[in-house]
């Protein structure tokens, strides 16, 4: 990253005290003067303002500042501890609500949910769907249960550390699965995350490699008949493709997609059965992805 | 002035009778005027005519209860009440001015005091056959819209983005004291904060669009700028675009219209990243841009903290874009079969002047001068100028209607 010269900082200075304390975050001025607008919005002293962008300067998550993060139409509610909601989250989830039928009677299931926010963004886009969301950190649950109070949207929540097998065993069967799971590898850790990530945000929500892609193949599947799983790097769609395609059952059963976002990077990988199922797959995903399998 | 037309107007009197009996004729043009009071084409008095006949035929089977309830329908009949209504007026205010004319041509005693009643009475038929004479043309299409507003800086560099700044605030202030509820959409101040580099004002007050689309054009400023140094006078100017708001509020409905688009015309860009993105960043850059292929319209939009609402907010922008830019299409053709009526409402002209050193405001379409620059500026006096330009307007467009008209006899005589 380029560094940020002394002269924008003198800049941003003669525009607003509180302006330069943003730029190490923002990068430019005009984006800073955007964040410092919200800031502003949300606090009434000028004082508090001031602390806000001394806490940027740090790297401190603006929507831990503000306290939200607006996902879809909804605003959902952030806190230490639980992952801030990300836009090709939104993207993607925005998306997929999309293409069920608005009065769809699907049963859903959201893993690694932290603060709610697909499992309550895709009730509240299709109200007849049953949701039910999983996470393994306590804090996320009750921030989840927060944010569905306050939205007044109805899901079901359960504090599970769904790695376990004993958790899908628990529970019928289902028409779709959705999951954000921790997908950065301890390898690249370091290198590739922002500061901002990889000082505020918690870990338990960010380090991952195969694991959660591996425990869909091995139990999730089963339960199931359509999957959407975030990635963050292309291997772990090859994975679950792979894993699929080596399964003589399965590789028949199943069709397997990868979707890009709109920054185009690899973002989800999907799939879906083939046969013997509520709704046509098929026909909703089209689209929506590239098909692989 | 006024007594020797009344004097010598035995003529006029004899056009009155004829109107009041609703003369046939369309060949018949002479037209009486006193003092600034112009009276109605008999055509456009024969179209009223219409529509209370109309209007009489949609009441009796009303009354018979025949229709169902229709709500295109009660539109039509409040419109046709409205307009018949203003007829009855305009008539009644006629014939007592005829009366009274009568009287002050006959009775020698009686002429101070009817005379004096004539002209008492003139503003009041000037107003009526106006608001007649409004009715009567075909309303704009999109006349009942609420508006957006784009104001943007023109030539001049940072002080045009002051003028746009002031221009910005006038149409808020303006909104502000009609009551109508109002929002800004998009701000975004220049480097110094001075002024502004773009802003949309979204007024939501149904029929703001018809009241304000005139406001569409470039306007003029000429003044001594805070920027200058050696007291010289700069001309500097604002672009401001008027578009009728078309998207329901609700977010089905634009749910459905984002998805009216095919792919391939539509293009939405967010912020471009390098990195991986995802859980690897945690970015607050909300920034959209929409472009729309068939048109070129290119749409930024960066004030929400939400993405979503930016997009929404950016498709309603398009969406107004696109019907005004329909609309105008039409408007064009329809002046083309005319052949080659000059347009009076074209925007790339400069439309208004300002001149503050003269403390005067210049309207170039209708040549309406104001002067009252701070009365103006605060929005105070911006209707003084929307009215003259709407009464301007249904003239112009009258002139074209009764042009069309006489072509038509013409060419089927």
């Given at each position: 990253m380029p560094r940020i010269r002394p002269s924008t900082f003198r800049k941003a200075l003669a525009i607003d005290k509180a302006l330069p304390f943003l730029l190490p975050e923002c990068r430019s001025i005009a984006a800073a003067k955007q964040e410092l607008q919200w800031i502003k919005q949300e606090c009434h002293t000028k004082r508090q303002v001031f602390e806000f962008c001394k806490l940027r300067r740090n790297h401190y998550p603006l929507q831990y500042l503000l306290k939200s993060q607006p996902f879809g139409p909804l605003d959902i509610s952030c806190k230490r501890g639980v992952l801030i909601p990300r836009w090709e989250t939104e993207e993607w989830t925005m998306d997929l609500a999309q293409r069920l039928v608005s009065n769809s009677e699907l049963r859903l299931v959201d893993l690694c949910t932290g603060s709610g926010c697909i499992a309550l963004l895709m009730k509240h886009l299709r109200p007849k769907l049953t949701v039910n969301a999983f996470d393994c950190s306590p804090l996320a649950i009750s921030l989840a249960s927060q944010n569905a109070q306050k939205l007044n949207i109805h899901v079901q929540l359960g504090l599970q550390n769904i790695l376990d097998d004993s958790a899908a065993a628990a529970l019928p069967d289902f028409d779709i699965i959705t999951c954000n799971p921790p997908y950065i590898p301890h390898s690249t850790f370091v290198k590739e995350t922002s500061t901002s990530v990889k000082l505020y945000e918690p870990k338990l929500a960010l380090l991952g490699s195969f694991e959660f892609y591996e425990n869909l193949v091995k139990t999730w599947l089963s339960k199931t008949d359509a999957f959407v799983y975030e990635v963050g790097e292309l291997s772990q769609c090859t994975y679950v493709q792979n894993k699929i395609a080596q399964d003589s059952i399965l590789s028949k059963l199943w069709r397997v997609g990868f979707k890009f976002d709109s920054n185009h990077r690899i973002r989800v990988v999907y799939g879906y059965k083939q046969a013997n199922t509520t709704v046509d797959w098929s026909k909703i995903f089209q689209d929506f992805g590239e098909l692989k399998h | 002035m006024l007594h020797s037309k009344l004097k010598s107007s035995i003529f006029s009197r004899i056009h009155f009778r004829k109107l009041l009996v609703l003369n046939n004729s369309l060949r018949f043009q002479t037209t009486v005027s006193f003092g600034d009071f112009k009276e109605l084409h008999p055509l456009l008095l024969e179209r009223a005519k219409k529509y209370a006949s109309e209007l009489q035929l949609m009441e009796q089977k009303m009354s018979q209860g025949s229709l169902n309830f229709d709500v295109e329908r009660e539109k039509h009949f409040s419109r046709l009440s409205a307009i018949v209504d203003s007829y009855r007026k305009y008539c009644s205010e006629i014939s007592t001015v005829c009366e009274l004319q009568v009287m002050a041509e006959n009775d020698e005693s009686l002429r101070e005091e009817a005379q004096e009643e004539i002209k008492e009475i003139i503003p009041a038929l000037v107003k009526t056959s106006g608001a007649l004479l409004g009715h009567l043309?075909?309303?704009?299409?999109?006349?009942d819209r609420p508006c957006i507003l784009e104001i943007r800086p023109g030539v001049g560099g940072i002080e045009a983005m002051i003028f746009a700044q002031d221009l910005l605030n006038m149409y808020t202030n303006y909104a502000h004291n009609k009551r109508w509820k109002h929002h800004i959409i998009s701000h975004n101040e220049n480097e110094s904060g001075s002024g502004i580099v773009d802003a949309i004002l979204s007024i939501d007050e149904p029929g703001a669009y018809e009241m304000?689309?005139?406001?569409?054009g470039v306007h003029r400023v000429q003044r001594i700028p805070a920027?200058?140094?050696?007291g010289r006078t700069h001309t500097s100017t604002a672009a401001v675009i008027v578009l009728p708001q078309?998207?329901?509020?609700?977010e089905k409905e634009a749910q459905s219209y984002e998805r009216s688009f095919k792919p391939d015309e539509i293009r939405i860009d967010v912020m471009r990243a390098s990195g991986k993105g995802g859980q690897h960043v945690n970015t607050t850059d909300s920034a959209v841009r929409l472009t729309h292929y068939p048109s070129g319209i290119v749409i930024n939009m960066q004030n929400e903290r939400s993405q979503h609402k930016n997009k929404a907010k950016a498709f309603a922008i398009l969406r107004a874009r696109l019907a005004e830019m329909e609309q105008k299409e039409k408007e064009q053709k329809a002046r083309d079969a005319r052949k080659g009526q000059v347009s009076t409402t074209d925007r790339s002209d400069k439309i208004r002047t300002y001149n503050f050193p003269q403390n005067r405001i210049t309207d170039?379409?209708?040549?309406f001068n104001l002067h009252d620059m701070e009365g103006f500026m605060a929005g105070e006096r911006l209707d003084d100028i929307v009215d003259a330009m709407r009464n301007f307007d249904s003239d112009t467009r009258a002139n074209e209607l009764l042009k069309d008209a006489e072509d038509f006899k013409m060419n089927s005589e």
């Open positions: - | 043309l075909p309303p704009h299409p999109f006349s304000l689309r005139f406001e569409a920027t200058e140094t050696k078309m998207a329901a509020d609700t170039h379409r209708c040549g």
